[in-house]
């Protein structure tokens, strides 16, 4: 009996032992979905998977691969919100998009050894240089997950603002920002951080660098020169405020937050803050301080608040913004860096009431607004949800990295303390005893393990540690570079 000819237009891929050669004996613990769905989008980019080919029905990869249904479910769904697959009802999961082939790597010079970048006072170009330092294992902090971003959710948000938007709205707007997303914000910072305050008193900005320096600029012209900083605190605020002319004196964190007794002592007119996760340390200012804060701000004091890392939050409940409760002594400063991208460049800013028009004046003078159509989109995703749920997946996501982080350091680095671990991107690690946190970060990145020394984040004597950053490392991945430095901090 002749055979049927095989469809040409069937593009369905079954499964099989020998689909894509996978081994899921290869995948690192606890990290299965991160690791199929890297297989996945390695087949899609380079033709082993093509456009239009279905991928095996869910149940029937993982049987198998000998694993739960659920692992590979989230790793269609993570390329599904990278909007390289799509799901067609009774079609299945089909591929619709591959990864943008990596441009040619331009002729550059060779990196410098470790130890010229980790030096004990670094300079500006610090950070650009740590970013294109090779190394196998990034731990670097204030990195997200740059590979979750909500591709299929922002294709959708940007087809329906392209859809309805207005030929004028292409042209010169408000320095402020557009309407739409002054407004979403307004709602947004209600709903989350307890901030009750009206659109017109939103200016967006490119980030919070462009909200420092525009607050800079604001400052000097009502001839205040100095904004004291928490020590320890972020080395790029302190870098990004002193470009502007301002200098930085430190106040001392402990336990509780900022110790506000010795702002007042000081005489500092201003402080920026970091409350709802304090950076490095990730220390929650405790109520007592916000009192004392509140009384000193009343007192004459400006409170420059950095929402920093408030929605990435795990084992505690949230807290209210300082703005809330003290807006006419409070600038507030938040963005999607570490929610969505950083290369977005997107934030908000309230000023208090007296310096709103100088901070939109400023704003006019430097760009006349940001881009509006990235704006627009992000209003899209704050009102329709799709933010909410993203931000949903990458605490759960965070979650797991970050006890994989606390298991890994427990592990190789006994007699380490643990820093932070309640919120954010990144947990701090201090050891009693070894080499400097310079010497240890530059042997670690001689091994191929990128990471932060804490020391660069303290103006005065502190123990030594380092920053690690866990957000868009996979949990194997972790494990391996904890213990890389572990060795390095025992000398072996």
Same mark, same amino acid.
């Given at each position: 009996?002749?055979?049927?000819?095989?469809?040409?237009?069937?593009?369905?891929?079954?499964?099989?032992?020998?689909?894509?050669?996978?081994?899921?004996?290869?995948?690192?613990?606890?990290?299965?979905?991160?690791?199929?769905?890297?297989?996945?989008?390695?087949?899609?980019?380079?033709?082993?998977?093509?456009?239009?080919?279905?991928?095996?029905?869910?149940?029937?990869?993982?049987?198998?691969?000998?694993?739960?249904?659920?692992?590979?479910?989230?790793?269609?769904?993570?390329?599904?919100?990278?909007?390289?697959?799509?799901?067609?009802?009774?079609?299945?999961?089909?591929?619709?998009?591959?990864?943008?082939?990596?441009?040619?790597?331009?002729?550059?010079?060779?990196?410098?050894?470790?130890?010229?970048?980790?030096?004990?006072?670094?300079?500006?170009?610090?950070?650009?240089?740590?970013?294109?330092?090779?190394?196998?294992?990034?731990?670097?902090?204030?990195?997200?997950?740059?590979?979750?971003?909500?591709?299929?959710?922002?294709?959708?948000?940007?087809?329906?603002?392209?859809?309805?938007?207005?030929?004028?709205?292409?042209?010169?707007?408000?320095?402020?920002?557009?309407?739409?997303?002054?407004?979403?914000?307004?709602?947004?910072?209600?709903?989350?951080?307890?901030?009750?305050?009206?659109?017109?008193?939103?200016?967006?900005?490119?980030?919070?660098?462009?909200?420092?320096?525009?607050?800079?600029?604001?400052?000097?012209?009502?001839?205040?020169?100095?904004?004291?900083?928490?020590?320890?605190?972020?080395?790029?605020?302190?870098?990004?405020?002193?470009?502007?002319?301002?200098?930085?004196?430190?106040?001392?964190?402990?336990?509780?937050?900022?110790?506000?007794?010795?702002?007042?002592?000081?005489? %500092?007119?201003?402080?920026?803050?970091?409350?709802?996760?304090?950076?490095? =340390?990730?220390?929650?200012?405790?109520?007592?301080?916000?009192?004392?804060?509140?009384?000193?701000?009343?007192?004459?004091?400006?409170?420059?608040?950095?929402?920093?890392?408030?929605? %990435?939050?795990?084992?505690?409940?949230?807290?209210?913004?300082?703005?809330?409760?003290?807006?006419?002594?409070?600038?507030?400063?938040?963005?999607?860096?570490?929610?969505?991208?950083?290369?977005?460049?997107?934030?908000?800013?309230?000023?208090?009431?007296?310096?709103?028009?100088?901070?939109?004046?400023?704003?006019?003078?430097?760009?006349?607004?940001?881009?509006?159509?990235?704006?627009?989109?992000?209003?899209?995703?704050?009102?329709?949800?799709?933010?909410?749920?993203?931000?949903?997946?990458?605490?759960?996501?965070?979650?797991?990295?970050?006890?994989?982080?606390?298991?890994?350091?427990?592990?190789?680095?006994?007699?380490? =303390?643990? %820093?932070?671990?309640?919120?954010?991107?990144?947990?701090?690690?201090?050891?009693?005893?070894?080499?400097?946190?310079?010497?240890?970060?530059?042997?670690?990145?001689?091994?191929?393990?990128?990471?932060?020394?804490?020391?660069?984040?303290?103006?005065?004597?502190?123990?030594?540690?380092?920053?690690?950053?866990?957000?868009?490392?996979?949990?194997?991945?972790?494990?391996?570079?904890?213990?890389?430095?572990?060795?390095?901090?025992?000398?072996?």
């Amino acid at each position: 009996m002749p055979r049927a000819k095989p469809d040409p237009t069937d593009r369905s891929i079954t499964a099989g032992s020998d689909f894509l050669h996978l081994d899921v004996g290869a995948a690192p613990s606890g990290g299965r979905a991160d690791w199929l769905a890297g297989r996945l989008r390695a087949a899609i980019a380079d033709g082993r998977v093509p456009l239009g080919a279905r991928l095996p029905a869910t149940r029937v990869l993982a049987d198998e691969l000998g694993v739960s249904r659920g692992v590979v479910v989230e790793a269609y769904q993570r390329l599904t919100e990278e909007g390289h697959v799509a799901g067609r009802g009774r079609a299945g999961t089909v591929v619709v998009a591959a990864p943008a082939a990596a441009p040619l790597a331009p002729v550059t010079p060779a990196p410098p050894p470790p130890e010229a970048l980790f030096v004990p006072t670094p300079g500006v170009e610090i950070f650009d240089a740590l970013r294109t330092a090779p190394a196998r294992i990034d731990l670097s902090p204030g990195v997200p997950d740059l590979a979750a971003f909500p591709r299929a959710a922002w294709l959708r948000g940007e087809r329906a603002v392209l859809r309805r938007l207005d030929a004028a709205a292409l042209g010169y707007g408000d320095p402020r920002g557009a309407p739409a997303l002054r407004l979403a914000v307004a709602q947004r910072l209600a709903r989350t951080r307890g901030i009750r305050v009206e659109a017109d008193e939103v200016v967006v900005v490119a980030g919070v660098s462009q909200a420092l320096g525009l607050l800079a600029q604001v400052l000097h012209d009502e001839g205040v020169h100095t904004v004291a900083v928490e020590d320890p605190g972020s080395l790029g605020v302190r870098q990004h405020l002193r470009n502007w002319r301002l200098d930085t004196p430190p106040v001392p964190v402990d336990g509780h937050g900022v110790r506000v007794d010795a702002l007042a002592a000081a005489g %500092h007119p201003a402080v920026l803050l970091t409350p709802a996760h304090q950076f490095p =340390t990730g220390v929650v200012l405790h109520g007592d301080r916000r009192r004392r804060l509140r009384d000193w701000a009343r007192d004459g004091g400006l409170v420059l608040e950095d929402d920093y890392d408030a929605e %990435h939050r795990y084992d505690r409940p949230p807290v209210p913004a300082l703005r809330a409760a003290l807006p006419e002594r409070v600038w507030y400063t938040g963005s999607v860096s570490k929610l969505l991208a950083p290369a977005l460049r997107v934030g908000w800013v309230l000023a208090p009431p007296r310096q709103r028009d100088a901070l939109v004046a400023a704003k006019r003078m430097a760009d006349l607004g940001n881009a509006v159509l990235p704006q627009l989109v992000l209003a899209e995703l704050m009102s329709s949800g799709d933010l909410d749920r993203h931000l949903r997946l990458l605490r759960r996501r965070h979650v797991r990295r970050r006890d994989a982080m606390i298991r890994a350091v427990a592990r190789h680095l006994p007699g380490a =303390t643990v %820093h932070g671990a309640a919120a954010g991107l990144h947990l701090t690690v201090t050891y009693p005893a070894g080499p400097p946190d310079v010497v240890l970060a530059a042997e670690a990145l001689r091994r191929g393990v990128k990471t932060q020394p804490l020391s660069w984040h303290a103006q005065r004597p502190y123990p030594a540690g380092l920053v690690l950053g866990y957000a868009a490392i996979a949990p194997g991945e972790i494990e391996e570079g904890v213990a890389v430095l572990g060795a390095v901090l025992r000398g072996r």
